[in-house]
Structure formats: C-alpha cells, structure tokens
C-alpha cells in the first residue's frame, strides 16, 4: 500500500512541473516581429520619344580636283591640277528620336541639326598659273544626319552603333589674288559656290539615363558625301575682258563627336519588375 502511495505522489509531482513549464514553451513559439518585404527593383527602359541638345566639334579633308578650264571660250584639261587642305571647326545643335525596348535590346532612331563652321584653306593648282598658286576655301555651315541605331543596356547604360544619311551646308570660294606684270588686278577674283550636300554616315555612342527621363551621351560620326562636281564662273580674268570657268570635283569627308543631353517622354515611366 505504501509503494501504491508513494507512486502516485511522484506523478503527481511530475504532472504539476509540467503545468508549470507550459507557459514558458508557448512563450517561446511567439510569432516574430512583422518585417517589410524587400523593395521592388526598377527595370530602367529605354522606350519613348526623346529630344535634346549637343554640343562638339568635328575635323575632315576636302579634296579639289581641277578637271576643265575654260578662258574666253577656249578650253584646255592641259592643267589637271589637286588640291588639298583639311577642315575643322565647332558644332552645336539639337536632336530628337525614338526608341522601342525589347528585353535589353534597344532600337530607335534618331535625326540631328548641327550648326557651326568646319573650315579650311589651302594653296591650290599651281600648275595653272605657275608661280602664282589659287586658293581654295571650304566651310560646312551646317551638318545633319537621318539615322538608325541598335544597341544593349547594361544596368542604366545603353551602348549602341548608329549608320544611316548625312547632309552638309558647304560653302566653296576659289581666287587667285595676284597679278599678272603687276597691273594689280587679280587673276582670279573670289567665285563662291553654295550647294546642299546629301551622304551616308556610320558611327557609334554610349549613353547613360542619370535620371527616368534624363541621360547623356557621346557619339562619334562618320560622314561620307563622295564627290560632287562644281563650275566656278569668273567674269574677268586678269583683269582682262575675258570670262573664265573652272570645273573642279569636290570630296568631301568629316569626322563628327557630339557630347548631348536629351529628354525622354516615357511611356507610363520605369518598369517594375514582377516577381
């Protein structure tokens, strides 16, 4: 009897320390604090119309070629004669365009205005007046281009190249200043030729969005207008009553950096990524 006793006493012991430790259990299975959830990333696109500005300079050669000359109805090509001389000058302007965004893939396109002076002068065709060599000047007043683009991003940057048309404001005087014996009236009096200029360009840039709808950019040009045939008419030579003509082809190619900030008109602005 005294062990049935004595059995019972200890689970009932055990029974009451473990009502006193249950409370203590359930408090360490609390639930932790509430933590926010980490925020959303912004995916940063590239589609919208944009427009901006530029800034920059550009540097190129101008080739003359004498083909033809024509003295008081006369013609000869006895004096085929080249000249060469190289331009450079600043440029600034404006842009705008459009780009699509598809995965990291960005195409657009793009037209430019640049207004400046690239110029340039040289001594030319020696052979025509020996001793006595022309001058031949060059200015491209202003340059433009239609083109494409395709590029990648990488984070908020875009790498792209570029090709597409180019256009050129030129502006063209050739002169011979000096005199035959010395009678001071020039040999050549200033002919001036303006023409529109129509090519192709390549090139390449880099631009990075510092903000949803801000970025900047440098992009390096490369245009090609061929050659182009032009006749510079003199009424007087020598100061002689006899007219002159000289048929001369032009070729013209510019290098072209331009530095640009330009705007973007986002469509419902940056993307957020889905989880």
């Given at each position: ?6 059995a019972a006493f ?11 430790a ?42 003359w ?41 960005v ?32 200015n ?10 395709v590029g ?5 940057a ?9 256009f ?12 035959l014996?010395?009678?001071?009236a ?12 129509l ?9 990075y ?29 020598a ?17 072209l ?5 330009s ?13």
């Open positions: 009897m005294r062990k049935l006793s004595g200890a689970l009932m012991t055990f029974a009451t320390a473990m009502i006193a249950a409370p203590a259990g359930a408090a360490d299975m609390a639930v932790p604090p509430y933590q926010p959830p980490p925020p959303v990333p912004i995916v940063w696109s590239w589609t919208g119309a944009t427009i901006g500005i530029h800034g920059g300079g550009a540097w190129g050669k101008k080739d070629d004498l083909t033809l000359v024509r003295v008081g109805g006369l013609s000869t090509t006895a004096f085929n004669s080249t000249g060469t001389h190289t331009v450079s000058g600043f440029v600034g302007g404006g842009q705008f365009g459009a780009n699509y965004q598809i995965g990291n893939v195409v657009g396109v793009e037209a430019s205005f640049s207004w400046g002076g690239v110029k340039g002068h040289g001594d030319c065709f020696a052979a025509l007046f020996p001793g006595t060599p022309s001058t031949c000047d060059s491209a007043r202003w340059l433009g281009t239609l083109a494409g683009r990648g991003t990488i984070d908020r875009l790498l792209y190249v570029t090709g597409g048309g180019a050129a404001g030129d502006e063209y005087t050739f002169s011979n200043a000096n005199s014996g010395g009678g001071g020039p040999i050549v009096a200033p002919v001036t030729v303006k023409d529109a200029r090519g192709w360009m390549v090139g390449a840039g880099a631009e969005a510092f903000s949803p709808n801000w970025s900047a950019k440098v992009e390096y040009n490369y245009l090609d207008f061929g050659s182009r045939h032009y006749q510079f008419f003199s009424p007087t030579t100061g002689l009553a006899l007219s002159s003509a000289y048929d001369v082809d032009i070729t013209q190619r510019v290098h950096v331009k530095i640009g900030l705007y973007r008109f986002t469509l419902g602005g940056p993307v957020v990524a889905k989880y």
